[in-house]
């Protein structure tokens, strides 16, 4: 059997990819079947990986079987399919009722995320031996990103040049001097920075992580040999978007509140409005609280926080303008 995924970016994290399957069989029934079980099985757990923190997808993964997954699917498509003779030849893709994940998840009370980080700024530390290396050209670490990694967009990498070294130093980094490296952060217009501490011995690297993001800070440690930079790059990426996820995710425990006034032109901008509404999956209930001429006031009660709505509105082409006294919602 050749089982094998095409490569595509998928904005939403509970959209799936088609596989493309081919075999050849003396019972192409039974084994196409068989190939659509694995498809299923691969596609739920990608979405999961994407939308769950590692913890929690742990959790929801011992608890998958073939019953509980077919309770989520919505439809399964299958694209250029051939059979000749013994061979078989198709493209297939399950697509998920995301409705129903969530729901699921929220009644087991578990978090998740809609979305991922555009960019997140990457500032990287070498210590050794023999030097130090901040934003320096003998940084092995930018080096071998530049070299290597060029194509990777999700790190914004620093210029490297005389005014990061004014900006912000070695002994900011050291002492997490916080205030200065958000300092550092407004020149490349970043909300969200990974911060490597990499410190060499002998043939061991050890790498403390600081995450910085919505105000809060997760650490990790991750320990690797000197000739191993290319595995702690594909490492990195996954432990930045683990530990953004525990920062990011949506809480399915309790309820907050919102009153906001939506203000539109006809007819079909509120059903056009309203329909992007129903498409954000933290809100629960959506109760009309009063009605005038080309304004309707909502009750919104919304699992998550303020920030999430804001930005999963967003997502949904939903502009919300609020403070203490007035909440608005437009189209963008």
Not at 34 to 46: A, G, L, Q, T
Not at 65 to 89: A, C, H, P, R, S
Request: aromatic share 12%.
């Amino acid at each position: 059997l050749i089982f094998f995924c095409k490569n595509v970016n998928s904005i939403d994290l509970f959209d799936t990819l088609f596989y493309n399957i081919e075999f050849t069989s003396n019972n192409i029934d039974e084994d196409k079947l068989r190939e659509i079980n694995k498809v299923k099985i691969k596609s739920i757990v990608s979405i999961f990986k994407n939308t769950l923190s590692n913890e929690f997808f742990e959790e929801v993964n011992k608890s998958l079987d073939k019953d509980l997954i077919n309770t989520f699917i919505k439809n399964i498509v299958i694209n250029d399919e051939k059979i000749i003779n013994d061979k078989y030849k198709s493209k297939i893709k399950v697509n998920y009722n995301k409705k129903r994940i969530i729901d699921f998840l929220r009644l087991k009370e578990i978090p998740y995320v809609e979305y991922h980080p555009d960019k997140i700024l990457l500032i990287i530390y070498e210590i050794n031996k023999f030097e130090n290396n901040l934003f320096s050209i003998n940084n092995q670490h930018y080096r071998y990103y530049n070299d290597n990694l060029s194509d990777n967009n999700f790190f914004q990498i620093p210029n490297l040049d005389i005014n990061d070294r004014f900006i912000l130093n070695e002994e900011s980094i050291v002492n997490k001097d916080f205030k200065k490296i958000n300092n550092f952060s407004k020149k490349y217009k970043s909300i969200e920075n990974m911060i490597v501490i990499a410190n060499s011995n002998e043939n061991k690297v050890t790498y403390n992580l600081i995450l910085l993001s919505n105000g809060k800070i997760l650490e990790k440690k991750l320990f690797f040999n000197k000739n191993e930079m290319d595995v702690f790059f594909q490492k990195l990426q996954y432990e930045t978007i683990d530990l953004w996820k525990n920062i990011h995710q949506i809480q399915n425990k309790t309820l907050n509140y919102l009153t906001c006034r939506i203000a539109y032109f006809n007819i079909m901008e509120l059903k056009e409005i309203r329909n992007n509404l129903n498409k954000v999956s933290i809100i629960n209930k959506l109760n009309i609280k009063n009605i005038s001429h080309k304004n309707i006031e909502y009750d919104i009660n919304y699992y998550g926080n303020l920030n999430i709505l804001i930005k999963i509105l967003e997502l949904n082409k939903l502009k919300i303008s609020y403070n203490k006294n007035e909440c608005n919602i437009r189209l963008i």
